[in-house]
């Protein structure tokens, strides 16, 4: 059979960073984690022995195959994966993994770590395996972080494992305690219908920012560590007014959070964000870059009966608006029938064609 599964992204509406080394373990951190109806797919399927590795992106029409997974070239996207399968799969093991994503690259949603949610889960599931939630976002970050190198904390890991609203408190000397945050239908519904994201196609590169932050950081009388513990308190005043029900303060919360997120590192902020901002500022009550910042997407909160109009004018400027909605569901896998030997033989002809 073939392991299948999917995974939201989100997005960070307050206290992104906080949940990063030095300053999580440090400081103690606290974030607030929305999972979305928008996801990353993953499906595995072991293969005959001496078949080899077969990787397939979908939604970037790229593969890669080899003999074994140490063969595999080095791609930055098939990088990722081979981790993946490094950590995960037997070494004699023959396997097929197809991937896809509902979120542009470099879309400050966390793409990557629900992507890496999704795959820890298939194959999981194509070997009978069984993890947690929490225990499937801490492998996929722990392969993230250290057999990747990647920088970065677990926020994205956990949205994406979790789903729905959650309040992530990192304590200072390490350890991570997520809680759900309790709100109403009523205040869940008006928050759905208020949010927007909004994409200007210009996408960022959340390695190289982290590493401007880490650096910045570590300088005597750093702005960077002032910000991250406002950042920290954004995130403990949002998650009051959600559960209070109070969609003003959250907004405010919202607006404040990308302020002091800007002030992180003069490469969080970007110029093609400041545009949209300025375009819908008497339209919503408040927004927020999403992730890292310098690029990707924004997340907005329009002011009641703003709505529409806040979406015609970004779509005037050449913006991709979606809608947001929550995902309560968080990573969730299933079996499905495996592919026969002409689909494999499908996606090897991909895998050569996209090469």
């Known amino acids: 059979m073939r392991g299948c599964a999917r995974a939201p ?20 951190g606290a974030v607030v984690n929305f999972a979305i109806q928008r996801h990353a797919f993953a499906s595995a399927q072991r293969l005959d022995p001496g078949s080899g590795i077969v990787l397939y992106a979908m939604d970037l029409q790229e593969g890669a195959a080899a003999e074994s997974v140490k063969d595999l070239g080095s791609e930055d996207h098939f990088s990722f994966i081979k981790a993946f399968i490094n950590r995960m799969v037997p070494s004699e093991d023959s396997v097929l993994l197809v991937t896809e994503t509902d979120v542009p690259a470099g879309s400050g949603m966390g793409g990557s770590g629900a992507l890496g949610v999704a795959i820890v889960a298939a194959i999981d599931r194509a070997y009978g395996r069984q993890r947690s939630p929490i225990e499937t976002a801490r492998l996929a970050n722990d392969i993230e972080r250290k057999d990747l190198g990647y920088p970065g904390g677990d926020q994205d890991s956990v949205g994406a494992a979790l789903g729905g609203l959650n309040f992530l408190e990192y304590h200072a000397g390490g350890g991570m305690t997520p809680r759900k945050i309790s709100i109403s239908d009523a205040t869940l519904r008006a928050l759905e219908h208020g949010s927007l994201l909004v994409y200007s196609g210009a996408a960022h590169v959340s390695g190289s920012i982290h590493g401007d932050i880490k650096r910045s950081y570590a300088l005597e009388g750093s702005p960077t560590v002032k910000a991250m513990i406002a950042l920290r308190g954004q995130a403990q005043l949002m998650a009051e007014a959600l559960e209070s029900g109070n969609l003003s303060s959250y907004a405010s919360a919202l607006g404040e959070s990308c302020r002091q997120l800007y002030k992180l590192h003069e490469s ?39 709505r529409n109009e806040c979406k015609r004018r970004i779509e ?39 090469g």
Request: hydrophobic content about 35%.
């Open 9 to 28: 992204v989100r997005v960070d509406p307050a206290g992104g960073g906080t949940d990063a080394p030095p300053f999580c373990i440090e400081h103690g």
């Open 268 to 306: 969080c902020d970007s110029p093609e964000h400041r545009r949209y901002f300025q375009l819908i500022d008497d339209c919503i009550l408040g927004g927020k870059t999403c992730g890292a910042g310098g690029g990707g997407f924004l997340f907005c909160y329009a002011k009641p009966g703003r």
């Open 316 to 354: 005037e400027l050449g913006g991709l608006v979606w809608p947001v909605t929550i995902d309560f569901e968080g990573v969730t896998s299933w079996l499905e029938s495996p592919f026969d030997s002409d689909e494999i033989g499908r996606f090897r002809e991909l895998v050569a064609g996209s």
